[in-house]
């Protein structure tokens, strides 16, 4: 099931979101935050992570690459 929701972003999960909209969310938030000059911690899932190092890294293709 992971592996679909991951070739089809823009499906929502079940009781959840999409990827597309889930990379959004997650890349408007750290876009605001990482801009902050207060030292913070954040504690999140592995999915977060995923987009935050996607977002730093640059890459438009989200978790289709990541995954990979």
């Not at 959840?16 to 890349?27: I, P």
């Not at 911690?41 to 999915?47: E, G, I, L, M």
């Amino acid at each position: 099931m992971l592996e679909y929701f991951i070739e089809n972003k823009k499906s929502v999960i079940p009781d959840g979101e999409s990827l597309d909209d889930l990379e959004q969310r997650t890349y408007e938030f750290f876009d605001k935050e990482l801009r902050s000059d207060k030292l913070t911690c954040f504690v999140t899932h592995n999915s977060n992570i995923v987009c935050l190092q996607n977002q730093i890294e640059g890459n438009t293709q989200g978790f289709q690459k990541a995954m990979k």
